[in-house]
Every structure is written in structure tokens, then in C-alpha cells.
T-cell receptor, first 114, second 113 residues
């Protein structure tokens, strides 16, 4: 299995500011992903964080709003920019643990925008 | 496009079996997953099944897959109050496993003592 740590676990931010969320994995993984879970909703994939190249974004998500870094095989950050109350969600990092079929999630970062 | 559907709520008595159902649309999905989310927590991987299997058992959990009907179920035997949570079904769409998942809406399981 993979142990995934996310920081911060919770934050309250002012609208118009940005928040950067970190995801650290205890082993090297090829694939890392960022998901959003809006209140009472299911999870939606934001992007795939690619090591050494730009992230691959899903439809409806853009780099200017959700810039992602992936400097190495154990770490990634997601920034949520120009925050609005609609960005209040849980943001979750996930990894493919390398066996091709076990996909683990972090504990999530709970963001409230006021 | 890909879609995953689940019923939203299930209530059972402690000690009974729970069956949570899921349907999906992508017949080429390679793996199907069940995750558990407790209040205030992230997602815990419970189990997964490869698309060429029709059943997988892991302690109290039994996963049944009907590929023809694109129907997946999770049976929890001897349900306990600690099993109260939201259960998400997810598929890995497409013939090659990219690690991306499409999630259902989640089923809230309420276990009454």
C-alpha cells in the first residue's frame, strides 16, 4: 500500500486569495491525481500530475485556476487560485501504487472560502 | 460517456447483511472499485475486482460483478455500526488502466443498533 499525506488538512481562506495543497507519498509512484469533492457530492477528477511535464487537465478544469506541480515521483502540489465560495470543497490526492490496480487516496484537504 | 450510478441511501440493522449496488456504462472498464468514506475522512480503498472476474471475497466483503449487465455489488456480512459511512463505487474506464477513476454518487449506509 501507499501512505499519502496531505497538507493542510483544513483551511479557511478569504475570497480572492490562493491556497496550495501538498501531497507527499511514502514511495515513488508514477501516477498522481487530484480530485475535488464538492459538499455532499461525489469525486471529480481535476487533473493528472505528470512528473517532469505539465499536468493533464480534465474537461472543465484549467491550469490558470488549478496550477499543479510534480517535481519528483513522491510529491505534488495543487494550487486553487483566485478563490471564491464555490471552491469550498475537499481536495484529494490519489496515487496508483504501481501494481496497476490499487489506487489510494489521501485524507483530503478541506477548504472553506469565506 | 462514462457514468456510474448508485442508490443514495441504505439502512440496515446491526448484524444483517448490507448489499450496495452500482451500475456503470463503460463495458471496457478494466477494474472496478469500492471505497469507504467516513465522516470527516478521506477515501479508504475497500476492495477492487478485475473485469474478468465475477466474484471476489475478502473477509466480510463480497463483490459480485455481472459484466453483461454492467452491474457491481458490494455485500457486507454481519454489518456493524462501524460500517456506517458513504460507499463509493468507481470504475477505471477504458481498456488500459490509466489510474483515473469515475465515481458514483455514493451510497450512505446507516446501520441501526
Amino acid at each position: 500500500s501507499a501512505v499519502i499525506s496531505q497538507k493542510p488538512s483544513r483551511d479557511i481562506c478569504q475570497r480572492g486569495t490562493s491556497l496550495t495543497i501538498q501531497c507527499q507519498v511514502d514511495s515513488q509512484v508514477t501516477m498522481m491525481f487530484w480530485y475535488r469533492q464538492q459538499p455532499g457530492q461525489s469525486l471529480t477528477l481535476i487533473a493528472t500530475a505528470n512528473q517532469g511535464s505539465e499536468a493533464t487537465y480534465e474537461s472543465g478544469f484549467v491550469i490558470d485556476k488549478f496550477p499543479i506541480s510534480r517535481p519528483n515521483l513522491t510529491f505534488s502540489t495543487l494550487t486553487v487560485s483566485n478563490l471564491s465560495p464555490e471552491d469550498s470543497s475537499i481536495y484529494l490526492c490519489s496515487v496508483d501504487a504501481g501494481t496497476g490496480n490499487t489506487i489510494y487516496f489521501g485524507e483530503g484537504s478541506w477548504l472553506t472560502v469565506v | 460517456g462514462e457514468d456510474v450510478e448508485q442508490s443514495l441511501f441504505l439502512s440496515v440493522r446491526e448484524g444483517d447483511s448490507s448489499v450496495i449496488n452500482c451500475t456503470y456504462t463503460d463495458s471496457s472498464s478494466t477494474y472496478l472499485y469500492w471505497y469507504k468514506q467516513e465522516p470527516g475522512a478521506g477515501l479508504q480503498l475497500l476492495t477492487y475486482i478485475f473485469s474478468n472476474m465475477d466474484m471476489k471475497q475478502d473477509q466480510r466483503l463480497t463483490v459480485l460483478l455481472n459484466k453483461k449487465d454492467k452491474h457491481l455489488s458490494l455485500r457486507i456480512a454481519d454489518t456493524q455500526t462501524g460500517d456506517s459511512a458513504i460507499y463509493f463505487c468507481a470504475e477505471s474506464p477504458g481498456a488500459s488502466n490509466t489510474g483515473k477513476l469515475i465515481f458514483g454518487q455514493g451510497t450512505t449506509l446507516q446501520v441501526k443498533p
